[in-house]
């Protein structure tokens, strides 16, 4: 993505400060599942009027406050969201389990089969599809997003490390992407840059210095919203 058409830091905050948390968003829901050999994973589509692109919030266990937030702020943008955790309940009890990428992988890859089936049903709407991942499913979501570059459009990451999804996944990514890390997160920024080399793709690294909570979760959505409305587009 070229300067020219990157907004400034200043411009972004800007612009997420004229827009309301509780600002109304009229949603239509669906339900989503996914069913896999053992079990069913579930998850709710929300889908705002004209909706621009369909951004998937990939979590491996209960997805928290920080992403509740990010998915109403995308929403606002006109982003249809789904959010969904990869795990059950009673496998996040092991420790390992949101590491095992091989497992989580074949997830989201079934999570992106069915959104296409419902896309070919007419059940839902043919947007788009980008990738939102952070920590422990950064490496995943560069994983997925390589094995099904028609698929996955673009994709964003909150810290993490991106070379965990494998040098060869590294090497064909073709979707745009974006790694949001903090200021003192000296792992993810040095693993970012070490990674770069090897990505064919457009790649864009940014350090959030805010230490204000909520001025940090705003620039955190500017950012992302501001990535996807420049990489997808229905």
């Known amino acids: 993505m070229s300067a020219a058409a990157t907004p400034t830091a200043a411009e972004l ?3 997420f400060a004229l827009r309301k948390e509780d ?17 069913t994973l579930e998850a709710e589509l929300a889908l705002p009027f004209a909706a621009r692109a369909l951004l998937v919030l990939v979590a491996s266990c209960a997805s928290g406050d920080d992403d509740a937030r990010l998915e109403a702020a995308l929403q606002r943008e006109g982003f249809a969201t789904l959010r969904l955790d ?3 309940s009673a496998e996040c009890r092991y420790a390992d389990a949101p590491n095992h990428l091989p497992l ?3 997830r989201l890859l079934a999570l992106i089969a069915e959104l296409h089936r419902q896309i070919a049903l007419d059940a839902i709407p043919a947007l788009p599809i980008g990738l939102i991942g952070g920590g ?4 995943l979501v560069v994983r997925v997003a390589a094995q099904r570059d028609r698929d996955v459009r673009a994709l964003v990451c909150h810290g993490g ?3 965990l999804a494998g040098r060869q996944y590294l090497k064909v990514l073709q979707a745009p992407l974006l790694l949001l890390a903090a200021a003192g997160d000296s792992a993810a920024l040095a693993n ?3 990674a770069r080399p090897y990505l064919p793709g457009v790649c864009r690294v940014e350090t959030l210095t805010e230490t204000d909570a909520e001025t940090y979760a705003a620039r955190r959505a500017a950012l992302t919203a501001a990535w996807f409305r420049c990489h997808l587009a229905a």
């Open 13 to 15: 905050a800007a612009e």
């Open 23 to 39: 600002d109304p968003v009229s949603l239509r829901r669906e339900r989503i599942a996914v069913h896999l050999p053992q079990l």
């Open 86 to 88: 990869l795990l059950q």
């Open 104 to 106: 989580l992988t074949e």
């Open 136 to 139: 422990q499913t950064t490496p």
């Open 161 to 163: 490390l991106i070379d």
């Open 192 to 194: 970012a840059e070490r």
